[in-house]
């Protein structure tokens, strides 16, 4: 059986014949060591049709396909036109063998046409990519380099191309930095508390909360300046006028010793610190939830933002958080107690991380692996749909949230929920009526729009032609004016011309 060889390269499609295998034998080895050899290898493998692609971004497209296994239109005419004809009813006695078993797979669903790719097939293919330039009679120095540097550019930029805005390595590094701030801020909160308890000690009691004790320790200062006029500021920062009553009334008694200016502005500027760091960790939290509903709208809205981001964090992307089944998701963050009760063969973790989600703390202890399983099923779905879908919408997320709820009033009531594929159903009819809704009022504005302009267009053309009116009626004023001008005139002739006549007539009839 004759054996044809594809051979995909950076400037086109390159068609082999590879005859006389007996001379290397069909083992690897042998076509390793003969590989090397051109003169030996040009005998058994020789070039029968070569396609140029048109253009860079013609090669890219068609890489594109021959690495995802998809056969083009090119390649199939390329293959049809070169390969022999098979009579219909008949088996074809040759092969084509393809370096991609996906690309192969392809051509022989799409063209009956057996093609074949192993260790021999890659070994043969190795040697034309060796020995391409000198098949390639046209072909000029430096110029495969130059196709095959330009191609793998594109190829790697547009593989590594996304969308700026559903980056999830940001949610990864936002929510990593929400942990360490927190662990940070309640240190730093605590060495405040410490520090100024010093000064003023009933001040802890009086004050719980660790930012409010470093703004009000800011403006306080020294405790002896404490006057009834720091009340309003006080009840400006605490929120309660009697809290800052008793903050006076205690700076007044209060049992602390001294500081001196220098550690009271140390005291200060570290408290300023605190403060400035609470207020950042409010605006990244800010950030997270904006990203959060960018890349993935529909988790958020079932689980949470935080919860949603530690999972997405956990598995390193969204995109690897969509390729994991529900029952790895469900135990995601709790990897060190599932292998020690594999390993002690003990009862394993219900949930990991989902724990965090208000839904588990709301069942009932018996319930709390049923709906710990059910939740990472719905989360594993919100997932999928966040990464794979092409636009952002919470409309899933919120049908999931509402058959979580429906499952929880199920435990505890015994109320039948409804069924994942009615509700599924339910929210696609829900967005194509949207997406109809969007095209017809999309339809009614271009419509007033070019009812506007065609009204506009008919007052221009009724403002024109009364302006024509105007113009006629000007001109036909001013010639009836220029007439009756001239005839006047033509009267005041006459009349000098009558009476030079009658005055002669008179001098004669003196004579």
Request: charged residues 35%; proline residues 3%.
């Amino acid at each position: 059986m004759a054996m044809y060889l594809l051979y995909e390269s950076s400037s086109g499609y390159g068609l082999f014949e590879a005859h006389g295998l007996d001379e290397i034998g069909q083992n690897t080895e042998a076509v390793r060591s003969s590989v090397s050899d051109l003169s030996r290898f040009g005998r058994v493998v020789q070039l029968t049709a070569f396609h140029p692609f048109e253009s860079a971004l013609d090669a890219l497209n068609q890489v594109n396909a021959v690495s995802e296994g998809v056969m083009t239109d090119e390649l199939r005419s390329f293959l049809e036109l070169n390969l022999p004809k098979v009579k219909e009813g008949k088996k074809p006695k040759f092969s084509v063998g393809t370096s991609e078993p996906k690309l192969g797979s392809h051509i022989l669903e799409a063209t009956k046409i057996p093609c074949q790719s192993n260790e021999f097939v890659l070994e043969l293919l190795r040697g034309v990519r060796l020995h391409f330039d000198r098949f390639i009679k046209d072909l000029k120095p430096g110029d495969l380099e130059k196709s095959q540097l330009g191609l793998a550019h594109s190829y790697s930029r547009a593989k590594v191309k996304f969308n700026v805005n559903r980056v999830d390595n940001m949610v990864i590094q936002a929510i990593f930095l929400l942990d360490t701030l927190d662990k940070d801020i309640n240190s730093f909160a605590m060495r405040v508390r410490e520090w100024y308890s010093w000064h003023f000690p009933e001040l802890v009691k009086i004050v719980n909360d660790n930012y409010l004790y470093a703004r009000v320790s800011k403006m306080i200062d020294d405790k002896s300046k404490l006057t009834e006029d720091h009340i309003p500021m006080l009840t400006e920062v605490l929120g309660d006028e009697d809290k800052a009553k008793e903050v006076v009334e205690a700076g007044k008694a209060s049992m602390g010793q001294d500081l001196s200016p220098l550690d009271l502005i140390n005291v200060q500027t570290f408290a300023k610190k605190v403060m400035d760091l609470a207020d950042y960790r409010k605006k990244l939290y800010d950030y997270l939830v904006a990203k959060m509903s960018d890349i993935a709208p529909n988790l958020a809205a079932l689980i949470g933002d935080m919860v949603g981001a530690r999972l997405i964090s956990h598995a390193g992307s969204l995109t690897n958080l969509a390729k994991c089944p529900s029952s790895t998701l469900q135990i995601l963050g709790a990897e060190k107690a599932l292998f020690r009760a594999l390993k002690t063969r003990g009862n394993t973790p219900k949930y990991g991380l989902i724990f965090h989600s208000s839904f588990i703390g709301r069942a009932s202890a018996k319930n709390k692996g049923r709906i710990a399983r059910y939740l990472a099923n719905k989360c594993s779905i919100a997932s999928r749909i966040d990464c794979f879908a092409d636009g952002a919408t919470t409309a899933f997320g919120e049908k999931l949230r509402e058959q979580v709820e429906e499952r929880l009033d199920f435990y505890d009531k015994g109320v039948a929920p409804r069924k994942n594929v009615d509700v599924m159903k339910e929210v696609i009819e829900h967005l194509q009526n949207k997406d109809g809704e969007d095209t017809v009022e999309a339809s009614a504005k271009k419509s007033k729009k070019k009812k506007a302009k065609s009204g506009e267009e008919e007052e221009a053309m009724v403002e024109e032609k009364s302006e024509k009116k105007k113009r006629k009626k000007d001109t036909a004023d001013e010639n009836e004016k220029s007439e009756k001008k001239k005839k006047s005139k033509g009267e005041e002739t006459d009349d000098g011309h009558s009476k030079k006549k009658s005055k002669k007539k008179k001098a004669k009839s003196d004579e």
